[in-house]
């Protein structure tokens, strides 16, 4: 196979960056996420990827719960924030405020929306595993167009 061919057919797949959260014990945790898309319209399911070996992960998994949280064009500040650790101090994330619902899983008060899984599948292959959750509660804050991977200058794919 042509490393370089398919590095570039890979990095053609259009990808939104999402926030995606989970409760840890009673701690709560959350990732940058673009691996994630909707599978099923009856039920409404999704899939996302985490990276093994993260508490993220982890929490997922033992939790059996998520939120995904839709972010806004332009809100590439609040994504890189969760692409490394962030810590907690009460309701925020450093400076990014949060509440929780159904799942206690966080969701961000500035996000155009949200919503909450719960686990129906799990798939553990190479380096990230997929959960496949069931949309339990949504929400919108506001409309506006969603924050998408290109916008931040940002490639994935390989």
């Not at 926030?19 to 039920?43: I, L, R």
């Not at 609040?78 to 949060?98: M, T």
Request: hydrophobic share 40%; with cysteine.
């Amino acid at each position: 196979m042509d490393d370089q061919a398919k590095k570039t057919a890979l990095r053609g797949i259009s990808y939104g960056l999402y926030v995606v959260g989970t409760k840890v014990g009673d701690e709560v945790n959350a990732f940058g996420a673009n691996f994630v898309t909707q599978t099923s319209f009856a039920p409404p399911l999704v899939a996302i990827a985490a990276k093994k070996g993260t508490a993220s992960c982890d929490g997922i998994r033992d939790s059996g719960v998520f939120s995904v949280n839709v972010l806004e064009t332009g809100q590439k500040d609040v994504a890189f924030a969760f692409f490394k650790p962030v810590s907690r101090v009460g309701n925020k994330f450093n400076d990014i405020e949060f509440y929780t619902a159904t799942t206690g899983s966080p969701i961000l008060k500035d996000a155009l929306s949200w919503f909450e899984c719960t686990v129906v599948d799990v798939v553990d292959r190479g380096d990230h595993t997929i959960f496949v959750g069931e949309v339990i509660n949504a929400g919108v804050h506001r409309q506006g167009d969603p924050l998408t991977l290109k916008e931040t200058g940002l490639f994935y794919g390989g």
